[in-house]
């Protein structure tokens, strides 16, 4: 059962979860312990690099992006857009599944989770998705804001920014929390529907 677990990409704290479901009762370093020994988990072992690490003030930055994957729905093979908000100071998270990344199910997804949040944050750090960014000019690579998109930055008051193109580390504790909820939450599940997942 653990193999198995391991070869589906399962993080150590998701198989002892599923383990105790089952009746394992050990502990967490002994289970660790064992999925190193294990040929499919040292083939997964990504390579080590490092980051420079920043921090920003409460209310300061929030962090958004999309990612994209496949998930079971009614044992239907669906591809699911996952919308991921994260406050930078406390890494709370708030995410939401979709059908689609239009602008407008962005911008209701940023009005949800900006209620969840009680607010929303100063500077809201995103990629340059075609629904927020149209392009950018000038040597220094402005990004060309889309109007409507620009207009909801207003309505809030927060001020967009755009990472540099193929600069994925800018907002690498989101990228982090999207690893989470795949690895340790989608990854291998099957949902009646979509409401049943989100």
């Given amino acids: 059962m653990i193999q198995e677990k391991v070869e589906k990409g399962f993080t150590i704290s998701r198989i002892l979860r599923e383990l105790r479901a089952e009746g394992y009762s050990g502990g967490r370093s002994i289970l660790a312990d064992y999925v190193r020994t294990l040929p499919a988990r040292r083939a997964q072992a990504p390579a080590k690099t490092v980051k420079r690490r920043f921090e920003t003030r409460p209310g300061?930055?929030?962090q958004i992006d999309w990612s994209v994957g496949r998930v079971l729905i009614g044992g239907v093979p669906t591809v699911v857009h996952v919308l991921g908000c994260l406050l930078c100071a406390s890494r709370k998270l708030w995410v939401h599944i979709y059908r689609n990344e239009r602008q407008s199910t962005l911008l209701e997804g940023l009005a949800t989770a900006f209620?969840?949040?009680h607010g929303c944050t100063l500077r809201l750090v995103l990629d340059n998705m075609a629904t927020a960014v149209l392009g950018r000019y000038a040597p220094n690579?402005?990004?060309?804001w889309h109007p409507r998109f620009l207009d909801f930055a207003r309505h809030?008051?927060?001020e967009p920014f755009a990472c540099a193109v193929?600069?994925?580390d800018r907002k690498g504790k989101k990228e982090k929390s999207f690893r989470l909820?795949?690895?340790d939450f989608l990854k291998g599940s099957e949902f009646d529907s979509l409401d049943e997942l989100n």
């Fill in 60 to 62: 300061e930055e929030m």
């Fill in 115 to 117: 209620e969840y949040f």
């Fill in 141 to 144: 690579g402005l990004p060309v």
């Fill in 156 to 158: 809030y008051g927060f």
């Fill in 166 to 168: 193929g600069d994925a």
């Fill in 181 to 183: 909820v795949w690895d």
